[in-house]
């Protein structure tokens, strides 16, 4: 099993680095640059050509059945799911086959609504202590479960 990370705007980089060495997890973070190389034995860093999905498509291509990805990344999730992997946001919801389609399909209407300059205004809210709870308890549960 290898834990993969879209790491160019993961919020969660150090605690999925954190969860991957209690389960002794290989970890690949993969980016266009602007990260260091973490302290980890178990985390590598994976730099790609800058480009549009450039961390994406390596990640599809490299991703295995019993993997994980970390990514906020739908359409990647998506791809990594057709793989067999598994993936997480980092709020800690879990991507999965019952799932994902409708949360491809809000995807694609919101940025077609954002598009069309029918939505004005800021992003979502801050990111809290609640959320990075709700993911270190959600990939805890991914790993158990590619485990059993």
């Not at 990514?71 to 992997?85: E, M, N, Q, V, W």
């Not at 029918?118 to 959320?131: F, I, T």
Request: with cysteine.
């Amino acid at each position: 099993m290898t834990l993969y990370i879209d790491a160019d705007a993961c919020p969660v980089k150090d605690e999925a680095i954190r969860v991957a060495e209690r389960h002794e997890t290989e970890v690949k973070l993969v980016c266009d640059g602007g990260l260091r190389r973490p302290q980890s034995p178990w985390a590598q860093l994976v730099i790609v050509p800058e480009g549009a999905d450039a961390a994406d498509n390596w990640i599809a291509e490299h991703i295995r059945p019993g993997d994980i990805c970390v990514t906020s990344d739908i359409p990647l999730a998506d791809r990594c799911l057709k793989a067999g992997a598994l993936a997480i946001d980092h709020k800690g919801k879990a991507f999965d086959a019952d799932n994902i389609g409708a949360v491809l399909a809000t995807r694609n209407l919101m940025s077609d609504l954002r598009s069309a300059g029918a939505m004005e205004g800021g992003g979502g809210r801050p990111y809290s202590q609640r959320d990075r709870s709700a993911f270190l308890n959600g990939l805890e549960i991914l790993f158990r479960k590619v485990k059993r």
